[in-house]
């Protein structure tokens, strides 16, 4: 069962991806508990970044009136592999630094295969690394790692307390796409309170979340729009499309 609080954000994430919509040229569609997974995964995993390989089900579609809604402009139906398909399962494949948790451990690979797969071995569809209390804006060694996979990469970007030795790093350039509250904001009046991070939910590790991002990029360099959908492959904030329009 998806938090309160996440669902919330995910429906407005979605109606970013709706306005934004004319930016991308394809889409894919995360399960919120797949997402739920994930976050909870990477700060249950610091200080360490995490490496996660995604599956997508080859008998569950995008649903067709979803996938037009979202649709852009300009549109490639064939750019990776899976597009199309709702992602159906997460694995975390390894963890580490920056450089290192890119690199498949033995244990994930296939001898028979690896040498024509490169280095991820191509055993999952799509992966999703993180970036502990750093934007999620991809590295070099991000952009060299995502020429080995023939779906989409991703990066999940957490801010969150207490930050332990991983302050938050914030000098870094690129385009971000956060993952915001629609709720209204209380005034607060005192000095303390009005530079205090807002806290968008707590997670089972103790966690205080101040804010997620998350971004799919294609190996070609391409942006990837990502839309949240339920269990039955409908997106958070569906009742209320009017207001995306």
């Known amino acids: 069962m998806v938090e309160a609080w996440l669902e919330t954000l995910m429906g407005a ?5 709706y ?9 894919i569609h995360m399960p919120g508990e797949v997402f739920q997974s994930l976050v909870w995964w990477a700060l249950q995993s610091l200080p360490d970044e995490i490496l996660v390989g995604l599956d997508v089900d080859p008998n569950r579609l995008h649903r067709p009136e979803v996938e037009t809604y979202f649709d852009g402009p300009e549109v490639h139906d064939h750019l990776f592999q899976g597009q199309g ?40 569809t799509h992966w999703l690394h993180t970036h502990p209390n750093a934007p999620a804006i991809p590295s ?8 080995e996979t023939t779906g989409v990469d991703m990066i999940l970007g957490l801010r969150f307390s207490p930050e332990g030795p991983l302050p938050w790093f914030d000098d870094v350039e690129g385009t971000r ?20 991070l807002p806290v968008l ?7 205080r979340i101040h804010e997620l991002q998350l971004i799919a990029f294609h190996k070609t360099g391409v942006g990837i729009n ?4 339920d269990e039955e492959g409908w997106p958070y904030g569906w009742d209320e499309r009017v207001s995306m329009s």
């Open 177 to 196: 796409r956060a993952m915001k509250s629609s709720e209204p904001t209380k005034r607060k009046r005192s000095f303390f309170a009005r530079h205090q």
């Open 85 to 124: 398909h709702i992602i159906n399962e997460a694995h975390i494949v390894n963890r580490g630094d920056s450089y290192s948790v890119h690199h498949l451990p033995e244990d994930w690979t296939d001898d028979m295969f690896s040498t024509q797969r490169g280095s991820r071995a191509g055993r999952f």
């Open 226 to 229: 990502v839309i949240f959908v």
């Open 13 to 17: 994430y979605n109606r970013d991806s």
């Open 140 to 147: 070099g060694a991000d952009a060299d790692a995502a020429q």
């Open 19 to 27: 306005e934004q919509r004319e930016g991308y040229m394809a889409q």
């Open 201 to 207: 939910g707590k997670a089972p590790s103790g966690h």
